[in-house]
């Protein structure tokens, strides 16, 4: 199972980023997928989760309105649009992939993680 996340880059304060996560070997349409990030010398935190159908989503409070969770299941690939970044969005961001129809916000329960792709916003 591979997890390509990619699209991160430098972006200034109050712009936006799509992120896109493509997966292989694995039933894609089957699996709630994630997305995650890693600030410099915090843990990793849940941002946003979605259903296999997309009809169940989830966000932290601290992305809630900003970010959008979406996935096209005829291409393997689930994106997270993010609008309104401000320099405390700087970060890893992780994609991942549950063996579940269902999201979660608890990332031991996700199975496959993607590799990061970076994210700096600049004030």
């Known amino acids: 199972v591979q997890l390509q996340a990619s699209g991160g880059g430098l972006v200034q304060a109050g712009g936006s980023l799509r992120l896109s996560c493509e997966a292989s070997?694995?039933?894609?349409?089957?699996?709630?997928m994630g997305w995650f990030r890693q600030a410099p010398g915090k843990e990793r935190e849940f941002l946003a989760a979605i259903s296999w159908h997309s009809l169940s989503t989830h966000y932290d409070d601290s992305v809630q309105g900003r970010f959008t969770i979406s996935r096209d299941n005829a291409k393997n690939t689930v994106y997270l649009q993010m609008n309104s970044l401000k320099p405390e969005d700087t970060a890893v961001y992780y994609c991942?992939?549950?063996?579940?129809?269902?999201?979660?916000?608890?990332?031991?329960?996700?199975?496959?993680w993607g590799q990061g792709t970076l994210v700096t916003v600049s004030s």
């Open positions: 070997g694995l039933t894609f349409s089957s699996h709630a």
């Open positions: 991942a992939g549950r063996v579940s129809s269902w999201p979660d916000k608890n990332q031991a329960e996700y199975d496959y």
